[in-house]
């Protein structure tokens, strides 16, 4: 089917023969058609492509220009071929980046005829030409199957990203220089066909890399002997089956997921089963570790000769200095055809520039799972992602990490990836057994294979899900991460603030992980008062602008790191948020935590005596919580923690936490695992208390909305590449995510005054200044702030004109704001009087 491909994909820019499109560019000097007045162009030329194709397919195949064989065609036989040709042609004219079709347009609003020329007759001399050129050979067979037809729609979305990659590349003039010399399209081919080659070999697409066979841990780390966990020797010996397969890999914290994960990866690329990998992470922090962490391991995956590209992808991926990005040098800008009309040229520069979209060309790619979840919504290019992980092994971490909306997006998505051959492999450290049931029915929805109990509660686990494959497989736990966490009670924050300090008292390291920023900044302030040394005090949140918070994160690691040293580690306080958990290799000798699901509380004792150090005493997790009550009302955890009830508004959760870890009295990891969790997540609605249940039913549904949502702003992979115009989702003004939060946030840049009243950035003399000074903020925070004051807004401007990061972001003039107040040292405050619970949901 290649040759075919190719021949429609040579059609993609029909709409350009258009006298309304041609008209716009009217260069002195040069002898082109006359343009005529009257056509205005106003829609697309892609779009005028489809139109184009819809008025003149039937005369072009009867009168040979489309080289159609002599076939007698009846009236159902012509309705199935009408059928699949626009099915087959729709990734072609949808090449800017979504589906297109002509509706209810008229060809003579756009296409004109004069004396001189028709533009119809123009195009039908091009498709003859390039038909013969090509010498298209019509798989007639195929095209009047309905059944060829519903298989090609699933593929369609890859298609459809091939087909834009292609007109990039094309459309680069670093290789495609433009030429006003008329030439025969005979003569053209063999110097186009020549220069596609150079963009292929510049651009990393002329070949993939080769894959290797894995050879054990030894090979990874410089012959050196090492030996693998049981998880990591149950990836080294497992069969790998033939087609699409899933693996989810539970197990706990330092029993070498990553490491497993990489193990199934390499085995999976030399056996076929891909090209290449992107691994997904929650955040853009655990990304940037995640990058760090593999460094050169993703070349051991290939031939020396391969040269893998490797890219880190998520919305502040410049301020990883480790990350070097590879940019398409710039070009002369080409002149717009109309404000919504990019050309091809500077789209083509901006996705160059862009890696949150070229990480999943690349072939290995680092980054957030939204960049691959924005494959499934209507945004502009999303075939481009798709078409990226269509050959690549799926890894997403922390898989438990993600709430209800989300969950329903990874589902479908490994469901498509399933119906394109890819593989996926999940890592969780506590997963639900009804999660991890829903996961592995996604991935056989894809194989078309209907749903299966899973029976296995054993924890550690490997689950292997493929076509005719499904194995449950425990395993064991080496004895150095089997742990055992006590778990102490305390009911004020006075009794935690008491925690701390016999904490620092007895020399001892201590975190405490607060559930807003808020408690967290108000605990803080009370322990600088009582800590001997109020330097060895550190507070970490998400409210800090981005270079405070990146030189907090490194003062962390020093202090709390793997290497750091004992007297680096004495009497050390950290207060922080969830940020803590989830992104920094770090440990303390002492925990105290908020009241948190027990997922989160198994995270955060995580980071309780994580790396091996000398004699410490046996490790406690203090947990600040309500006063237990078997009969709460519905009061019983905002009496407590009025911060924690707004974040975690189904109280239930925490009540059904707090019931287990005092029924276990510790956190037994991996023995009790399981029992733990489904102690919270598994069928126990009849032991939750009558006074929550309201609050139980109020955010299950919300969960409901959450699952209407992500169902509703998905795209129906299964209907194709097409245009659905009775439920168009491809609306401009649609405002969709790939997380569904409470309100929308927005990025405020701090501002300072210079000694000649001008504005500079708070990070002004930085690299990526503009960025360094940005903090994200709820909407309703942000609109605390102050407003930048009007004479202040011409200055601004020209800020905004010099820095392009500062578009779409909100300024705020600290020093002008007599309400709120930012330092180094707290991050954003409020004014006490302002209400600012819950946000300790913001991403890390």
């Not at 054990?216 to 087609?243: K, M, N, Y």
């Not at 490790?619 to 911060?643: I, Y």
Request: contains cysteine; proline residues 5%.
């Amino acid at each position: 089917m290649r040759q075919f491909f190719v021949f429609l994909l040579g059609l993609h820019d029909l709409g350009k023969f258009s006298r309304a499109f041609q008209g716009v560019a009217r260069p002195e000097g040069v002898e082109l058609v006359p343009p005529i007045e009257r056509l205005a162009y106003t829609t697309r030329h892609d779009r005028l492509g489809a139109l184009l194709w819809q008025s003149c397919w039937i005369e072009w195949l009867q009168d040979g220009t489309l080289r159609w064989p002599d076939r007698d065609l009846d009236r159902k036989t012509r309705r199935e071929l009408s059928e699949t040709l626009r099915v087959v042609l729709a990734p072609m004219f949808g090449h800017h980046g979504q589906p297109v079709e002509a509706g209810r347009l008229e060809p003579t609003e756009f296409f004109g005829h004069d004396d001189s020329a028709s533009d119809s007759e123009a195009a039908r001399r091009f498709v003859a030409d390039w038909a013969g050129l090509i010498e298209i050979d019509w798989p007639f067979d195929k095209l009047v199957s309905q059944g060829w037809r519903e298989a090609f729609l699933t593929v369609s979305w890859t298609v459809a990203g091939w087909a834009t990659l292609s007109d990039w590349l094309g459309s680069n003039r670093d290789h495609f220089t433009y030429c006003q010399n008329p030439m025969p399209l005979a003569d053209y081919w063999p110097i186009a066909l020549e220069r596609a080659e150079q963009a292929l070999q510049e651009s990393g697409f002329a070949q993939p890399p080769e894959p290797v066979a894995y050879t054990g841990l030894a090979s990874w780390f410089g012959g050196q002997p090492v030996t693998p966990t049981p998880l990591q020797r149950e990836a080294e010996t497992l069969p790998i089956g033939d087609g699409p397969q899933l693996f989810i890999l539970e197990d706990v914290t330092g029993a070498g997921k990553t490491e497993a994960a990489c193990i199934l990866t390499q085995r999976l690329l030399s056996a076929g089963h891909g090209e290449g990998l992107y691994f997904a992470l929650p955040t853009m922090a655990t990304s940037n570790a995640m990058y760090e962490r593999l460094g050169n391991l993703h070349q051991r995956f290939y031939a020396a000769a391969s040269r893998p590209s490797f890219v880190l992808a998520h919305g502040a991926r410049e301020l990883n200095d480790t990350f070097v990005k590879a940019v398409a040098a710039e070009q002369p800008e080409d002149r717009d055809y109309a404000a919504d009309d990019m050309t091809a040229t500077t789209r083509c520069n901006r996705w160059l520039a862009d890696s949150r979209k070229k990480s999943l060309l690349a072939d290995v790619g680092v980054g957030t799972i939204d960049q691959a979840l924005m494959g499934l919504l209507p945004f502009r290019h999303q075939s481009l992602r798709l078409y990226g992980l269509v050959r690549k092994v799926l890894i997403v971490d922390e898989v438990h990490a993600y709430d209800h909306y989300m969950q329903i997006l990874l589902n479908q998505l490994l469901a498509h990836h399933a119906r394109q051959g890819g593989s996926a492999i999940l890592l969780t450290a506590t997963l639900p057994h009804d999660m991890r049931e829903a996961l592995a029915a996604a991935w056989r929805e894809g194989l078309g294979q209907a749903p299966a109990s899973m029976q296995e509660k054993a924890f550690p686990l490997l689950t292997q899900v493929g076509h005719d494959l499904e194995r449950e497989v425990p395993l064991a736990t080496r004895p150095e991460v089997s742990r055992d966490v006590g778990i102490d009670w305390l009911t004020t924050e006075e009794q935690a603030l008491d925690t701390v300090m016999a904490a620092v008292e007895a020399g001892e390291c201590v975190a405490w992980v607060r559930n807003t920023v808020d408690d967290a900044i108000r605990a803080y302030e009370q322990l600088r008062l009582r800590h001997p040394d109020p330097g060895r005090c550190l507070l970490f949140h998400s409210r800090f602008a981005m270079t405070d918070r990146q030189r907090i994160e490194s003062d962390v690691i020093e202090r709390l790191g793997k290497s750091s040293s004992p007297d680096q580690r004495r009497g050390q306080v950290l207060i922080s948020t969830q940020v803590f958990q989830e992104s920094l290799d770090c440990d303390v000798d002492q925990m105290v935590s908020d009241l948190a699901p027990i997922d989160l509380l198994v995270q955060r004792a995580g980071r309780l005596q994580r790396h091996v150090r000398g004699s410490r005493r046996e490790p406690v997790l203090a947990v600040l919580a309500p006063e237990w009550s078997e009969s709460p009302d519905a009061q019983w955890l905002k009496r407590a923690l009025p911060g924690t009830q707004a974040v975690y508004r189904d109280t239930s959760l925490l009540w059904l936490t707090q019931r287990v870890l005092r029924e276990f009295g510790a956190i037994r990891m991996p023995d009790e695992a399981r029992l733990l969790i489904e102690g919270v997540y598994g069928r126990v609605a009849d032991l939750v208390p009558d006074g929550l249940q309201e609050a139980r039913w109020e955010q299950r549904g919300m969960q409901g909305v959450a699952v209407s949502m992500a169902n509703f702003n998905a795209l129906s992979l299964e209907q194709g590449y097409l245009r659905h115009p009775e439920a168009d989702q491809w609306q401009e003004e649609l405002e969709i995510g790939t997380r569904l939060v409470d309100e929308p946030t927005l990025n405020v840049v701090l501002l300072e005054r210079t000694v000649d009243d001008q504005l500079t950035l708070w990070a002004e003399g930085e690299r990526h200044a503009a960025m360094l000074s940005q903090v994200k903020l709820r909407q309703s925070q942000a609109e605390k702030l102050a407003g930048l004051p009007a004479d202040y807004q011409p200055r601004w401007e020209a800020l905004q004109e010099r820095y392009k990061a500062l578009r779409f972001t909100r300024p705020w003039l600290v020093e002008a704001d007599t309400d709120c107040a930012y330092d180094a040292q707290w991050g954003v405050r409020f004014s006490p009087n302002t209400d600012n619970q819950g946000d300790g949901c913001e991403s890390a």
